[in-house]
């Protein structure tokens, strides 16, 4: 099984100041690799995927980076409706499918 | 608009089964592989599931090998969860998606809450 690491737990920021997520891979997913947020009390929606490519819809502040083991979202400049929680998944081990823990990126 | 909708939630006895369905609306149904994950009260992501589009390739997590099946209608464009000898451990919100999103999950039902508890 690949296991998805994810750094740091909390993130703690301010509105307008940038975000950076970080995802390790236990081994290379290639760039089967995607991002997703969630809201309390909501679904998760899909940001990134292939490592790199916006989901429609997703505003371009989003940013994603990375291929093989190590992997980052950013997140350019924070809007109010941007705190929540993120999860990393790969699919390189089809069918296989694993997420990381989730990093909260939450108001300081 | 692409829509999921799950329901078949509830509180169940542990040993007990429930069936989870989940309706799509919005695309062609056919086309996609669609897959369940559920998530524990206050917990991650836990992919459950994966059924191919035609239905005739299925997977599980090894966490429900043996005690869930996976199944869909394409008539009437709806996805199904049969959860059998069920433990306290599976207590979760169950999500159904697709693989409309260049075979990612994308997009995600509103979720059902199962609760395995006596």
């Known amino acids: 099984e690949i296991v998805l690491t994810q750094s740091p737990a909390t993130l703690s920021l301010s509105p307008g100041e940038r975000a950076t997520l970080s995802c390790r891979a236990s081994q290379s997913v290639s760039s089967y690799l995607a991002w997703y947020q969630q809201k309390p009390g909501q679904a998760p929606r899909l940001l990134i995927y292939?490592?790199?490519n916006r989901a429609t819809g997703i505003p371009a502040r989003f940013s994603g980076s990375g291929s093989g083991t190590d992997f980052t979202l950013t997140i350019s400049s924070l809007e109010p409706e941007d705190f929540a929680v993120y999860y990393c998944?790969?699919?390189?081990?089809?069918?296989?499918?694993?997420f990381g823990p989730g990093t909260k990126v939450d108001i300081k | 608009q692409v829509q999921l909708v799950e329901s078949g939630g509830g509180l169940v006895k542990p040993g007990g089964s429930l069936r989870l369905s989940c309706a799509a609306s919005g695309f062609t149904f056919s086309d996609y592989y669609m897959s369940w994950i559920r998530q524990a009260p206050g917990k991650g992501l836990e992919w459950v599931s994966y059924?191919?589009?035609?239905?005739?390739?299925?997977y599980y997590a090894d966490s429900v090998k043996g005690r869930f099946t996976i199944s869909r209608d394409n008539a009437k464009n709806s996805l199904y969860l049969q959860m059998n000898s069920l433990r306290a451990e599976d207590t979760a919100v169950y999500y159904c998606a697709s693989g409309i999103a260049d075979n990612w999950f994308d997009p995600w039902g509103q979720g059902t809450l199962v609760t395995v508890s006596s």
């Open positions: 059924i191919s589009s035609s239905g005739s390739t299925i």
């Open positions: 292939d490592a790199s």
């Open positions: 998944q790969q699919r390189s081990n089809w069918p296989q499918f694993t």
